[in-house]
T-cell receptor, first 112, second 111 residues
């Protein structure tokens, strides 16, 4: 079993839809959770960073962590064609560690 | 803004060649990383460096070595390239927290 599972997609949605992207994990020691966006032929860029459980909002993006279920989500409101990209979740057990575990990414297409 | 640059976007090499991939950052970050990204496998850590001349093996160091002679520069070396090293190589940096900043990647093809 992989430490982090992420549905590869592709996920196709119409413009303006609410998108839900998810990762499950098995290691209860994970405390720090990140979402990266990766456009085609580019490196990943950090979108959201959360510590422990709860929600964090930044504009159209909301990151949610449920440690009891070992489940994290990224919600995108009012999705735009420019949101079309691969979204990677990542997590680590300690701050300042070099040990990050990445999901394989979910490819999202937002149709105009 | 943190800027992380990688020496090549695309590289084609032959089996057995020695390959150098270079990463340069301009934000004085202590930590630098080399990952490879393959479909269905995600990002896998090859090597990590937390200071000049200091390095730690990641999950898949076999067939690779690294060099960090200056703080801003981190090189990945494939001593004798093989076809199973065809991949996207990503360099990343961090100051010490959990936020990593990635370069644009080098797509390496080994024939």
């Amino acid at each position: 079993q992989k430490e982090v599972e992420q549905d590869p997609g592709p996920l196709s949605v119409p413009e303006g839809a609410i998108v839900s992207l998810n990762c499950t994990y098995s290691n209860s020691a994970f405390q720090y959770f990140m979402w990266y966006r990766q456009y085609s032929r580019k490196g990943p860029e950090l979108l959201m960073y959360t510590y422990s459980s709860g929600n964090k909002e930044d504009g159209r993006f909301t990151a949610q962590v449920d440690k009891s279920s070992k489940y994290i989500s990224l919600f995108i409101r009012d999705s735009q064609p420019s949101d079309s990209a691969t979204y990677l979740c990542a997590m680590s057990a300690a701050s300042g560690t070099y040990k990050y575990i990445f999901g394989t990414g979910t490819r999202l297409k937002v149709l105009a | 803004d943190v800027k992380v640059t990688q020496s090549s976007r695309y590289l084609v090499k032959r089996t057995g060649e020695k390959v150098f991939l270079e990463c340069v950052q301009d934000m004085d970050h202590e930590n630098m990383f080399w990952y490879r990204q393959d479909p269905g496998l995600g990002l896998r850590l090859i090597y990590f460096s937390y200071d000049v001349k200091m390095k730690e093996k990641g999950d898949i160091p076999e067939g690779y070595s690294v060099s960090r002679e200056k703080k801003e520069r981190f090189s990945l070396i494939l001593e004798s390239a093989s076809t199973n090293q065809t991949s996207m190589y990503l360099c990343a940096t961090s100051r010490g927290g959990n936020e990593q900043f990635f370069g644009p990647g080098t797509r390496l093809t080994v024939l």
